[in-house]
């Protein structure tokens, strides 16, 4: 059974930092690309940042650009999301995504994606 599990988030000032990881189970994820959604209250879901399977290439929304980076370690099936300079806007669920191996479509879109982590809460105060 496929499984994606976050970790990491959790209550932090504006400011601060945090560093999610998204652990699959299951199968390998080594030739996934893999992404990082985020759903605020209220709001749709919206892309965040996203990683080739082997990490050569990321992808981030033009509101995370200079403050997050995403990145992952294929020996430990874990994907990570550095969060720096976290401001009020960011508090959301932060949810991680898999790719079927060499699927196509646009890294920013959430059909792009196969497997679906349940969310972790991030809260940033002002």
């Known amino acids: 059974q496929v499984q994606l599990v976050e970790s990491g988030g959790g209550l932090v000032q504006a400011g601060g930092s945090l560093r999610l990881s998204c652990a699959a189970s299951g199968r390998s994820f080594s030739n996934n690309g893999m992404g990082w959604f985020r759903q605020a209250p209220g709001k749709e879901r919206e892309f965040v940042a996203a990683i080739s399977w082997s990490g050569g290439r990321t992808y981030s929304a033009d509101s995370v650009k200079g403050r997050f980076t995403v990145s992952r370690d294929n020996a430990k099936n874990t994907m990570y999301l550095q969060m720096n300079s976290l401001k009020p806007e960011d508090t959301a669920v932060y949810y991680c995504?898999?790719?079927?191996?060499?699927?196509?479509?646009?890294?920013?879109?959430?059909?792009?994606?196969?497997?679906w982590g349940q969310g972790t809460q991030v809260t940033v105060s002002s």
């Open positions: 995504a898999a790719r079927l191996p060499f699927k196509g479509g646009n890294w920013n879109e959430e059909r792009s994606y196969d497997y």
